[in-house]
């Protein structure tokens, strides 16, 4: 029902920057949140920010400071700028988006977009 187009990853240098995008199509009529999740090798997946059709944020703690969530409503679009990258950050990031319909709540994921921090 909802497809992504996720892009931005790829591989940077510890004290880099990326900016990963998703752009969400297919049957969307509200969506009430997008975010992103990442899963490093061998770890759980772990939320990193999402934000609300409404505007509001949320981060994991460690990343906030760091990382800046962003949307583009008419665009169905969600943004995440990494900035001063650890080798840490090394994960598959995962977009998601969560829709409201009929009073039920539905999450839809990307296909997730490989960062890797190394020297």
């Known amino acids: 029902q909802v497809q992504f187009e996720e892009s931005g990853g790829g591989l940077v240098q510890p004290g880099g920057s990326l900016r990963l995008s998703c752009a969400a199509s297919?049957?969307?009529?509200?969506?009430?949140?997008m975010g992103w999740y990442r899963q490093a090798p061998g770890k759980q997946r772990e939320l990193v920010a999402t934000?609300?059709?409404?505007?509001?944020?949320n981060y994991a703690n460690p990343l906030k400071g760091r990382f800046t969530i962003s949307k583009d409503n008419s665009k169905n679009t969600v943004y995440l700028q990494m900035n001063s990258l650890k080798p840490e950050d090394t994960a598959v990031y995962y977009c998601?988006?969560?829709?409201?319909?009929?009073?039920?709540?539905?999450?839809?994921w990307g296909q997730g977009t490989q960062v890797t921090v190394s020297s």
């Open positions: 998601h988006a969560d829709l409201n319909r009929n009073g039920r709540n539905y999450r839809y």
């Open positions: 297919g049957s969307i009529f509200s969506i009430s949140a």
């Open positions: 934000v609300t059709s409404g505007g509001s944020t």
